[in-house]
């Protein structure tokens, strides 16, 4: 008969419970289509993607001196006017941060970013002084996303169903390095991530 020390029978245990509350955790973060219906019944994803979530709205910023971030960090830079702002590419990796609304000056900017494709795209759109409501909606063959009801390709704009497009524009910015874009422009400041 063999007797079990309780280490032999605690390390398993732990792992199993530590397992357990990481995926509680992630569970968390993520947002289901039948979870976004109660909250808003116009969401009806096109596709079979579950995981739709609000972008991140009107994000908190440092002034580049209080940003310490690398000099080789990768940076989506945006010039509205006379501001400047820089959001860390890093900080719009994660499913839950891949996209940004943002208002620079009056300007709203929206910036959505797509780890698995490395895409980075910048809307604007006819709406003075307020963000966006662009959501993430998963992936098919690139991001999707969701504005007013309609589901459309971060690349392309293309509506998912063959309705309208949707109104967007294109905004300019600039995918450098942080050092780079600070030596541009002293005044930015910067994204770096909640």
């Not at 968390?28 to 995981?51: C, L, M, Q, V, W």
């Not at 459309?152 to 497009?165: A, E, I, W």
């Amino acid at each position: 008969m063999s007797h079990y020390s309780a280490r032999s029978w605690l390390a398993p245990l732990a792992l199993a419970v530590l397992v357990a509350a990481s995926a509680a955790v992630a569970v968390s973060y993520y947002r289901t289509e039948s979870e976004i219906a109660k909250h808003d019944p116009d969401a009806k994803p096109k596709t079979g993607s579950p995981n739709m979530m609000p972008g991140i709205r009107k994000p908190a910023t440092v002034p580049a001196l209080a940003a310490h971030l690398p000099d080789d960090e990768p940076v989506i830079g945006v010039t509205v006017g006379e501001r400047h702002r820089a959001y860390r590419v890093a900080a719009l990796a994660p499913m839950i941060s891949h996209v940004v609304n943002d208002v620079l000056g009056d300007t709203p900017v929206t910036v959505t970013y797509c780890n698995r494709s490395d895409c980075a795209e910048v809307f604007t759109a006819d709406r003075v002084g307020q963000p966006l409501d662009v959501w993430s909606a998963g992936y098919v063959d690139g991001l999707m996303l969701r504005m007013d009801g309609q589901f459309f390709m971060q690349k392309t704009r293309l509506p998912l169903d063959g309705g309208r497009q949707v109104p967007l524009e294109l905004m300019k910015h600039t995918r450098t390095t942080w050092k780079e874009w600070r030596d541009a422009h002293p005044d930015t400041d910067v994204f770096v991530g909640e």
